[in-house]
């Protein structure tokens, strides 16, 4: 008898051709020929496979490989994958999600602008148990999150010979009503031309306290809005009155009537919306989730929709990240409870951050 050759291990590649019948060895980088053994043009990289391909691969060519280990180890796939089954949804769950997906379609169209963190938030304040990452799974499937253009006109002229005072908030913490008062203008957009929106905030609460609407950007629209302010605050002496250097707020009109009930008159520098920055936050808010979104084409429109938005819409129900995802008027509310108690405003905070 003859030596015996060792004859070396035979290999059936799942990504070859050849014949489970035959049982012919796939060899790469060769092709069968009447010559013998041709060599192949070299072989582009495989592209990544996707984990069902590779199951499907595997349990394919399992009756040629030892194992389902080796399957798995050829294609780099944890057994875990292979073995894995996505369980079918119940019916009770697939109900409870078409809930939650209607409820955040209608969160939605309410508050066009909320992003995915506010919508969790408004979820968790109607009791929802959801978390952030499949609320934003829903709004992308679902085509709910969007960008808005912004557009920009110069409402400011500091051009002017009149006083410029300086800026007493910076660096401030501000943590009472009716400590600070910020004040501001932007424009609206109309078929015929612009109108302007005067607007006080409480720095505090960040609650529209005070505004007025107007075709003319001038003293008389700030003043406007300065009074419906003090009318329903009623302020002590003492209030800081914040706006940038423009002609309407460094008016001597206007400088006297702060000055003739007791406001401290603060302004940004020239220039540095971030000085004012909480009046540029509320004005972005009111563009994005109102102003672009309506279109106004009529002076009639913005008197109607304008008023309901900041004093329904913004003030009561919007919920802020700045106040623990409160709205403006339940912050205020709390405050005044928690400035009742004597308890420290950091409490507050975290009572609002945890609810």
């Not at 051709?17 to 053994?37: H, K, L, N």
């Not at 875990?80 to 109900?95: D, L, T, V």
């Not at 629209?221 to 009318?231: D, G, V």
Request: with cysteine.
């Amino acid at each position: 008898m003859g030596p015996k050759h060792h004859q070396s291990p035979q290999f059936f590649h799942p990504s070859c051709d050849a014949s489970p019948v035959s049982r012919r060895p796939c060899m790469a980088g060769t092709s069968f020929g009447a010559q013998g053994y041709t060599p192949l043009p070299p072989l582009e990289p495989a592209q990544p496979q996707s984990v069902p391909k590779k199951r499907e691969i595997v349990t394919r060519w399992e009756h040629f490989l030892s194992s389902i280990r080796r399957g798995c180890g050829l294609m780099k796939l944890a057994r875990s994958s292979f073995y894995y089954r996505p369980k079918a949804k119940s019916p009770e769950r697939m109900e409870a999600e078409a809930d939650l997906r209607d409820r955040v379609e209608a969160i939605c169209l309410e508050f066009p602008r909320y992003g995915y963190r506010r919508v969790t938030h408004q979820l968790k304040h109607e009791e929802w148990q959801v978390n952030h990452k499949k609320v934003l799974r829903l709004m992308r499937e679902s085509e709910l999150l969007c960008q808005v253009k912004r557009r920009w006109v110069r409402t400011t002229d500091s051009r002017h010979h009149f006083p410029r005072y300086p800026n007493l908030i910076k660096g401030m913490v501000i943590d009472r009503l009716n400590q600070v008062w910020l004040a501001d203008i932007t424009y609206i957009r109309i078929r015929t031309g612009f109108v302007y929106l005067a607007a006080i905030l409480d720095a505090c609460s960040r609650r529209v306290i005070g505004y007025a609407v107007s075709t003319g950007l001038d003293t008389a629209l700030t003043l406007e809005a300065l009074r419906i302010a003090m009318a329903i605050r009623k302020p002590r002496p003492g209030v800081i009155h914040h706006s940038d250097q423009g002609v309407q707020y460094a008016s001597g009109e206007y400088v006297n009537e702060l000055k003739r009930y007791g406001f401290e008159i603060s302004m940004a520098r020239t220039g540095n919306p971030y000085e004012n920055a909480r009046m540029e936050s509320f004005f972005k808010t009111l563009k994005y989730e109102e102003v672009y979104l309506c279109e106004y084409e009529t002076m009639e429109d913005v008197m109607t929709r304008l008023p309901y938005f900041i004093e329904e819409v913004y003030n009561q129900k919007r919920l802020h990240s700045a106040l623990g995802y409160c709205s403006p008027n339940d912050f205020e509310e709390s405050l005044l409870i928690q400035q009742n108690n004597g308890a420290p405003r950091q409490t507050l905070l975290t009572l609002s951050v945890q609810s």
